[in-house]
């Protein structure tokens, strides 16, 4: 079995699941309602949800008939502290390229080309 990290980046690298990610961080739904907009059966979407729901990205609930889904928003933590580790450290790289080039003179001897150098 793949480590949490993988299990959410897998599930959110279908569109259709990001949608669904992205329509339940508006609110909980139902699968039905879930499905309304597109053009698959509800148990594609049903599918969908069992992915996403494996990956701790969503989970179900029962109130009365209803089965809403809802977006647990904990695993975005996981998430943005794995992203947030290499962007600092794309950024510190950044910073050092840029302190490099500041300490570059403005004007740099390049050599003159064979046409100027060489005379007639």
Known sequence: MADPLSRVFSALADPTRRDIVARLAVGDATVNE???P???TVQAVSKH???LEDAGLVSRS???QRRPVHLEANVFDLMTKWIERYRRQAEER???LDDVL???PDAVDTPPS???GTPS
Do not use: G, I, T
Request: without cysteine; positive net charge.
């Open 34 to 36: 879930l499905a309304a």
């Open 38 to 40: 597109y053009d698959v």
């Open 49 to 51: 949800l069992k992915v």
């Open 62 to 64: 029962r109130e009365a």
């Open 94 to 96: 950044y910073r050092r």
């Open 102 to 104: 500041r300490s570059m």
């Open 114 to 116: 064979p046409q100027e």
